[in-house]
């Protein structure tokens, strides 16, 4: 009896703890975030899930994803975009460089891709500000991906 009393005391104490953090990382996010915008990580989870089926139906495309644990390759996008549109968990995997140095893609993969993401995100009936700040930040990204050189900042 006693016994059942601690393992509940310490299932309470443990919920409370992942409530508690919950609450902390939400209160952590900026409401002016695109992560914030777009709905949070639920909103961002459903609309990898859309990004990677046009992806892989792409025949342009998905040869790339050919040997790749998809599942992984999703949840990573999942927990990089969080990340970059202002989400409360940071970015732990690689940076985009190093990602895709061995890749060899080119700028009309990159257009493709990024393709993808903004017809899903039309799909998905997302705002039209909101799109053109997304894109411009998966844009951001290009240089890296396609493993040219940064651009020079304008003097
Ligand atoms: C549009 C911007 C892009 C973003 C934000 C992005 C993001 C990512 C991320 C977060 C990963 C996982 C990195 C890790 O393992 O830690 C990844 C891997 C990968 N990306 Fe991208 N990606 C982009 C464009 C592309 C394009 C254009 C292609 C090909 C056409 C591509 C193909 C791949 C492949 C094949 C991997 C797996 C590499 C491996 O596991 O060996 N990505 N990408």
């Known amino acids: 009896m006693r016994k059942l009393h601690i393992t509940g005391l310490m299932v309470l104490f443990s919920i409370g703890l992942s409530v508690g953090n919950l609450v902390a990382e939400e209160a952590s996010v900026d409401p002016d975030s695109i992560y914030a915008r777009l709905g949070g990580q639920a909103a961002i989870d459903a609309a990898v899930d859309i990004f990677y089926k046009k992806l892989l139906a792409d025949d342009k495309v998905n040869f790339f994803f050919e040997d790749i644990n998809m599942d992984a390759q999703i949840r990573k996008q999942k ?77």
């Open 79 to 155: 927990e990089f975009l969080g990340a970059a549109f202002g989400g409360p968990k940071p970015w732990k995997g690689k940076d985009m460089r190093k990602a895709h140095e061995n890749l060899d893609i080119s700028d009309e993969d990159f257009a493709a891709v990024a393709g993808h993401l903004h017809s899903t995100l039309k799909d998905l009936k997302v705002d039209e500000k909101l799109i053109g700040e997304i894109m411009a930040l998966v844009g951001s990204t290009k240089a890296d991906v396609t493993n040219q050189p940064a651009a020079k900042a304008k003097p």
